[in-house]
Structures are given as structure tokens and as C-alpha cells.
């Protein structure tokens, strides 16, 4: 619901598709490390992506690894905040 909200997409018309319809193509955050950080580490980076409405906007892009007890990648956790309103504050006091 978070990210519809964000990205103006439907689950249904996200699910199963690249995450890269997010990002402005030179904005789209690196791809993992194959062995990823240590697990429970959060690596954050400002990224501009892309609303359905083609409309860009800043965010911050965090991914945190999941490993099993043996240390194992199993995935990751990605959380992105829109920065929208933090980005125009910081504007309007210049």
C-alpha cells in the first residue's frame, strides 16, 4: 500500500516486474554485492525514481540483507522514502 501510494502503481501492475520502472535510468541504485553486506546492516542511498505519471522525485533507497543462521543470502529488504517534502523545505530555505 506504501509504495502505491508513492509510485502510483496497483500491486498487480508491479508484481513480477523489474523494480527498475522506478528509477530514472541513471538513477537506479546499484545492484547488490552477489554476497551482499552483513546481515541486520542497512546501506542507504539518494536515488531519483519515477511515479507511474513519469513525474520524478528524490528518495532515499535502503537495502538491508536477509541471512539465514549459517550467514547464507537469503534476500533483502529495500525501504524507500520519498524525500519530496524534505527536498522542497531544504529549497525554500535557500
Do not use: M, N
Not at 501510494?5 to 537506479?28: C, H, M, N, S, W
Not at 534476500?75 to 522542497?88: A, C, K, M, S, W
Amino acid at each position: 500500500d506504501g509504495a502505491g501510494r508513492i509510485f502510483g502503481y496497483a500491486a498487480e501492475e508491479v508484481l513480477g516486474r523489474p523494480q527498475d520502472l522506478l528509477f530514472e535510468p541513471d538513477g537506479f541504485p546499484p545492484r547488490p554485492e552477489p554476497e551482499g553486506p552483513p546481515s541486520g546492516r542497512r546501506v542507504a542511498v539518494e536515488r531519483r525514481c519515477l511515479r507511474k505519471d513519469g513525474t520524478p522525485f528524490w528518495a532515499e533507497v535502503a537495502r538491508t540483507a536477509l541471512r539465514a543462521g549459517d550467514g547464507t543470502l537469503q534476500g533483502f529488504v529495500q525501504v524507500i522514502h520519498d524525500l519530496t517534502e524534505r527536498r522542497e523545505a531544504e529549497a525554500a530555505l535557500h
